[in-house]
C-alpha cells in the first residue's frame, strides 16, 4: 500500500508564489501526478514526474525527489482562478500500476 | 463535446433501489476507471477495467458493481443502495502508455435518503 499525505488547506495572496508539498511512503515508486480540482468539477491534469527535479510548464511546476519520498507544486503569480484542490497522486509497481490520490490541498486565493 | 461523459449528473433516490451511473468515451482509451469522492477523503477506486473482458476490484468495491458492455462504456451499478454510498462519482479512462494521466469525466452528484 502506499501513504501519501498533503497539507489540508493553504491561503495565500493574489500575484504571490506558493508551494504545496506532497509526501509519500511506497514500496516501488513509479510516478507522481498532479492534478487540480475547482469545487464541484472534474480534477484535470497538471504535471507528472517520475525522475529527480523540477519540470516547469509556465505559472506551474512540479519537483520530484524519490530518495526523499517527497514532491512538491509550485504555482507562479497567483490568480483568483487558481483557488481550487490541488491532488497528489502515486504510481506504484503493484496496484496494477494505477496511481493512490492523496486527500488533496484547497488552496484559497485572497485578493 | 465532452471526451469522458457521465451520466446522470445529479441523482437522488431512496434507501434500497437500484441505480446504474453510466460513462462513455470517445478518447479511444482502453482503461476506465470509477471512483468516488467524499469531502476529506479524496479519490477513491471502486472498479476498474483494461479492456472490454478486464474487471478489477478497486479498494472499495463492496456494495458496488459494473460492466464493460464495450470499449467506451462502463457503467457502475448499486444494487441496494443505502446511505453512506451518497457521494460524488468520477469515471476515468487512461492510455496504456505509463505516463499518461487519467482523463476524467465531469462526476455524478450521488444522493440516497
Known amino acids: 500500500g502506499q501513504n501519501i499525505d498533503q497539507p489540508t488547506e493553504m491561503t495565500a495572496t493574489e500575484g504571490a508564489i506558493v508551494q504545496i508539498n506532497c509526501t509519500y511512503q511506497t514500496s516501488g515508486f513509479n510516478g507522481l501526478f498532479w492534478y487540480q480540482q475547482h469545487a464541484g468539477e472534474a480534477p484535470t491534469f497538471l504535471s507528472y514526474n517520475v525522475l529527480d527535479g523540477l519540470e516547469e510548464k509556465g505559472r506551474f511546476s512540479s519537483f520530484l525527489s524519490r530518495s526523499k519520498g517527497y514532491s512538491y507544486l509550485l504555482l507562479k503569480e497567483l490568480q483568483m482562478k487558481d483557488s481550487a484542490s490541488y491532488l497528489c497522486a502515486v504510481r506504484d509497481r503493484g496496484g496494477s500500476y494505477i496511481p493512490t490520490f492523496g486527500r488533496g490541498t484547497s488552496l484559497i486565493v485572497h485578493p | 463535446d465532452a471526451d469522458v461523459t457521465q451520466t446522470p449528473r445529479n441523482r437522488i433516490t431512496k434507501t434500497g433501489k437500484r441505480i446504474m451511473l453510466e460513462c462513455s468515451q470517445t478518447?479511444?482509451?482502453?482503461?476506465m476507471y470509477w471512483y468516488r469522492q467524499d469531502p476529506g477523503l479524496g479519490l477513491r477506486l471502486i472498479y476498474y477495467s483494461f479492456d472490454v473482458k478486464d474487471i478489477n476490484k478497486g479498494e472499495i468495491s463492496d456494495g458496488y458493481s459494473v460492466s464493460r458492455q464495450a470499449q467506451a462504456k462502463f457503467s457502475l451499478s448499486l444494487e441496494s443502495a443505502i446511505p453512506n454510498q451518497t457521494a460524488l462519482y468520477f469515471c476515468?479512462?487512461?492510455?496504456?502508455?505509463?505516463?499518461?494521466?487519467?482523463?476524467f469525466g465531469d462526476g455524478t452528484r450521488l444522493s440516497i435518503l
Open positions: 478518447k479511444g482509451h482502453d482503461r
Open positions: 476515468a479512462t487512461s492510455g496504456g502508455i505509463s505516463n499518461q494521466p487519467q482523463h
